[in-house]
């Protein structure tokens, strides 16, 4: 066994290993137990004994978990809280100490150990069974704040037939939200969703109206619409900013008098259908650009209007996304990571944020995702997120600074190989970073701890 490498060791005192990251009292740990479901529990004893069996059980009496491990000779091992001296941060500054009782150690991250201070995040395989230690389940609620249309939306709007509309940028979350509309509506009809923008002009009327058979070349069947197959349902119309001036005309009709002809057809139908839309530009642009008639732009906006704030506006959203990615993916991002996102533009949104942190969570192999290489190009200049409106233009100095926060992180925090790449000195750059640091605060949003 002296061959095993020791990663982290008691040798260490409990005042150097203090963090936010250490396991402690409240905080949950999943048991994947060798075929068998996964188990999640709550940290409430000072003391655990972990030992090796035929079967699986918790003695919650006696605070004894036995894991099923076959062909292996015995072991225990250890889970137990190493209290502070300072009665008032009990809580802050004590933490579990896992150690093996016999000469068979425990593996941690992949390493071999017979002793260490955990960390949030951890995963320790003893057997074919799994030990991961999660953050206390109360830090994972998402919070009603979270949600961008909770003063907007009330449930009287919700079972209304008032139309709706609904700007953001991409990813932002407007087809969920259109979803969630409709569920909860409890209309009896179904949910259509028609992305106006993935068709050729041609056939747009066709798709939204319908055809009869032989109506043109290619009309082998007849076609009901996207209108008539949402009947006392609700459709959506995603990108009504790319529909054409001609194709606007003909759907204003319809919300005039909520009647559909369809292509090639004589007789109009009546269709009782609730529309939400959804725009990834501004309408005021549209109408000023000449894309959008008037009057169809004041039928669309008759209704609610809903604009979606983009993630990058949203310092708060970001923080609880990666929460609920952690409880939904049983993993532990750390908290310098999730500062870092805060500062990240996220051109993409919620769609982007989450699409990448399961590429994270890949690269990690389902451990602690933390903060590497390919978290590195997502600090960029904010002047490149598209679409960005005249409120986010700032000042050169500024800029300046995200630059050199950019720079400082890509080389690690390595403050020598930062300010030599920039051909500045390490004092003007630690300056610039407290700087930007102090102007972060300012605007009342987390920002990236700069640990020099």
């Not at 139309?163 to 407007?174: L, Q, S």
């Not at 604009?307 to 409880?327: D, M, Q, V, Y």
């Not at 993409?348 to 944020?353: D, E, K, S, V």
Request: net charge neutral.
């Amino acid at each position: 066994m002296g061959a095993l490498q020791i990663e982290r060791s008691i040798t260490q005192t409990l005042e150097s290993t203090i963090g936010l990251k250490g396991v402690r009292e409240d905080d949950e740990f999943m048991l994947d137990l060798f075929q068998d479901r996964k188990r999640t529990y709550r940290l409430k004893r000072t003391k655990y004994k972990i030992k090796t069996s035929s079967k699986f059980l918790f003695d919650f009496k006696t605070s004894e978990i036995f894991l099923p491990v076959f062909g292996a000779l015995p072991a225990t091992f250890e889970l137990s809280l190493i209290q502070h001296t300072s009665s008032k941060e009990f809580n802050e500054k004590s933490r579990y100490l896992m150690k093996s009782l016999d000469n068979s150690p425990f593996c941690l991250n992949g390493v071999y150990c017979f002793e260490a201070y955990l960390e949030r995040g951890d995963i320790i395989d003893i057997g074919f069974n799994r030990i991961q230690f999660l953050r206390p389940r109360t830090h994972l609620k998402i919070s009603e704040e979270s949600n961008q249309c909770q003063n907007l939306l009330t449930e009287e709007m919700i079972k209304s037939s008032l139309n709706i509309m609904i700007e953001g940028e991409t990813g932002t979350g407007k087809t969920t939200l259109a979803k969630s509309i409709h569920d909860e509506s409890l209309r009896t009809g179904k949910f259509i969703h028609l992305n106006l923008s993935s068709f050729a002009p041609s056939l747009i009327e066709s798709e939204l109206f319908g055809h009869v058979k032989g109506a043109f070349t290619g009309a082998i069947n007849e076609k009901r619409g996207a209108i008539l197959e949402a009947h006392k349902g609700t459709l959506f119309l995603d990108e009504i900013d790319s529909l054409s001036t001609e194709h606007q005309t003909k759907l204003l009709l319809f919300l005039d008098n909520q009647q559909v002809r369809a292509v090639g057809g004589s007789v109009n139908h009546q269709a009782e259908v609730r529309l939400i839309f959804a725009s990834g530009t501004k309408m005021e642009k549209l109408i000023a650009e000449e894309r959008m008639r008037k009057d169809f732009y004041y039928r669309l906006t008759s209704g609610l209007v809903i604009c979606l704030e983009a993630l990058r506006e949203n310092s708060k959203l970001i923080e609880e996304l990666c929460l609920k990615f952690e409880k939904d993916q049983y993993c532990i991002i750390s908290e310098d990571l999730i500062k870092y996102y805060q500062d990240c533009p996220w051109p993409g949104n919620i769609r982007h944020l989450l699409s990448h942190l399961n590429k994270k969570k890949i690269f990690s192999n389902g451990k602690k995702i933390i903060l590497d290489h390919l978290d590195h190009d997502l600090l960029k200049d904010q002047s490149e997120v598209s679409n960005f409106s005249a409120h986010q233009l700032r000042p050169l100095e500024e800029i300046k600074m995200d630059y050199c926060l950019n720079v400082f992180m890509k080389t690690d925090k390595n403050v020598m190989r930062a300010s030599k790449l920039l051909d500045i000195s390490p004092n003007t750059l630690k300056a610039m970073l407290l700087n930007r640091e102090k102007l972060s605060q300012s605007r009342s949003h987390k920002v990236i701890d700069i640990n020099f």
